[in-house]
């Protein structure tokens, strides 16, 4: 830890900019057409905490964040936070989601191709070369070691919910791979796009602490409270799809999962959530030519059958 740079630097173009917000538009287009609306309401929350975190706390409190740039601050900010911000919390709300693995592996290509995309072009082509030089002091209130024991923490927890059988070892694998995925897609277009180097040379030290360290020392957290909003305090711990079933579900486990487990002497409300939900499920047929009924019919009884192995 201690042969990692303290201060953590990033110089890029103006234009830097304009591709960032060229693919956000992207983004957040297939996300309206795929009808994530939550991975969006996640993104917007994510803006948010970056900005708090981020612009109010570190830039203006602490002064270890430092600027320098050819634009206002204020407006750079809304930016930076707005990158990193919507697309990571959207990223895992949708990997946390898990309506299939056929999508998370396609966002999970989108989302490290549209970064790496964003660095390389913004050198490429020069649209406007103006220099922009945004720094954090990591010494600062012990950021590095106040997240190591973060990402430990968020272990920890992990190793609780596996104790007390609320998840798996699947389920511990895939949450810190995904924290990891993440943080290693800004490292890694950072790192092929030359946005490092202003620190001399590439460090591999700075790639791999960040990497692990960065987005883990939340993630269990953020499954806690996503399991918690979503799902509701009663179905907070409903299996995940495995890799398993990577070939027998093509639509959305979640919502098959739900269906399989309400019972026939269900309530009104659940009678009435079952044919919502069915109504949307078959209605993708229709409407994206994507889940045929006859699919959808056949991995509910998947799921039926296979439930009790979850």
Request: net charge positive; charged share 20%; glycine share 4%.
């Amino acid at each position: 830890m201690l042969l990692v740079d303290s201060i953590v630097t990033r110089t890029i173009n103006l234009d830097f900019i304009y591709f960032d917000l060229l693919f956000l538009a992207f983004w957040i287009f297939f996300m309206i057409r795929k009808k994530y609306w939550i991975p969006i309401l996640w993104g917007v929350i994510g803006w948010a905490v970056y900005l708090f975190v981020d612009y109010f706390l570190w830039y203006r409190v602490m002064h270890s964040r430092q600027y320098d740039g050819s634009i206002n601050s204020d407006l750079f900010f809304l930016w930076f936070c707005l990158s990193a911000g919507f697309a990571q919390f959207s990223y895992v709300a949708v990997m946390l989601e898990k309506r299939n693995w056929r999508e998370i592996l396609i966002w999970t290509l989108f989302f490290y191709l549209g970064w790496t995309m964003v660095g390389i072009l913004s050198q490429w082509l020069s649209i406007n070369d103006s220099l922009i030089r945004v720094s954090r002091n990591m010494n600062a209130l012990k950021q590095r070691l106040s997240f190591t024991l973060m990402a430990v923490g968020n272990f920890l927890i992990a190793l609780v919910l596996k104790a007390l059988k609320k998840i798996t070892w699947h389920d511990v694998f895939y949450l810190f791979l995904v924290g990891t995925l993440v943080e290693m897609n800004l490292e890694f277009s950072l790192a092929v796009s030359g946005i490092r180097l202003e620190q001399g040379e590439w460090s591999f030290q700075l790639f791999i602490v960040n990497t692990l360290i960065e987005f883990n020392m939340g993630i269990v957290l953020m499954f806690l409270l996503w399991s918690f909003t979503v799902k509701g305090p009663k179905r907070m711990f409903d299996p995940m799809i495995q890799w398993k079933d990577r070939k027998k579900i093509t639509t959305n486990f979640n919502l098959l999962y739900y269906l399989s487990t309400i019972s026939e002497s269900e309530s009104v409300k659940e009678r009435n959530v079952r044919n919502m939900l069915k109504r949307w499920l078959y209605q993708l047929d229709s409407n994206q030519k994507l889940y045929p009924s006859e699919q959808i019919q056949k991995e509910i009884e998947y799921v039926n059958v296979n439930k009790e192995s979850k």
